[in-house]
Each structure stands twice: as structure tokens, then as C-alpha cells.
């Protein structure tokens, strides 16, 4: 059906980059929005960012300022570029899409998860 791929996590020092990437493939009809959540041990799944296909968007407070979310709608691909990491920010991060895989079929998928790691 449909797969999402993610890629860019990592080990990261304090005050560091890193820049998450996501590719939507398989029976896509059309991509309403995408968006990276994240789950740290013994904590709920919490979004991150997230972005429609008209380029609106949404962060977490504790990210704001410091993350960007971008897409291409062309290549169904969703990017989180994370700047001046915290160690507060370790988790896996996952991939959603919302999407129509026919035009009348509405639903979502989610990736694996890539693990971000930040510390000294």
C-alpha cells in the first residue's frame, strides 16, 4: 500500500543539528498533510511539526524557534531541519502522512521511527 521511509537520526551533542527526512511512496492518490511526532521512554507520543499540503504549519511550543518543517509535494517528502538540539529532545521521531490512497479513501500511515539522540 503505502510506506514511509525516514532517514537523519542520530547522536548529536547539545547545541547540534540534525535534518529528518521522510518519503511517502506506494498507492497515493494525494497528501492532505505530513508531520514528525516523537515518544521519549515513558512518555506519550507528542507532535513535533506538522504541515499541509497548502504549506501550513504547526509546532510544538518547545520546539518553536528552533525546528523547521518543509516539504515537497512534488516527491511526497516532508524534511524537519532541528537546530540548537537540547537533551530534552531524545526520542524516536516518526513520520505520519495523511493521505487518500484512492479519492474517496482517507487515512494514515505512519513510519518506523528514527531515533535522535541528544547528548554529551
Known amino acids: 500500500q503505502v510506506q514511509l521511509v525516514e532517514s537523519g537520526g542520530g547522536l548529536v551533542q547539545p547545541g547540534g543539528s540534525l535534518r529528518l527526512s521522510c518519503a511517502a511512496s506506494g498507492s497515493i492518490f494525494s497528501i492532505n ?47 524537519l531541519q532541528m537546530n540548537s538540539l537540547k537533551p530534552e529532545d531524545t526520542a524516536v521521531y516518526y ?22 539522540t541528544v547528548s554529551s
Open 33 to 79: 498533510a505530513m508531520g514528525w511526532y516523537r515518544q521519549a521512554p515513558g512518555k506519550q507520543r507528542e507532535l513535533v511539526a506538522r504541515i499541509t499540503s497548502g504549506g501550513s504549519t504547526n509546532y510544538a511550543d518547545s520546539v518553536k524557534g528552533r525546528f523547521t518543517i518543509s516539504r515537497d509535494n512534488a516527491k511526497n517528502t516532508v524534511n
Open 95 to 116: 513520520c505520519n502522512a495523511d493521505l487518500f490512497e484512492v479519492a474517496t479513501r482517507r487515512t494514515a500511515y505512519w513510519g518506523q521511527g528514527t531515533q535522535v
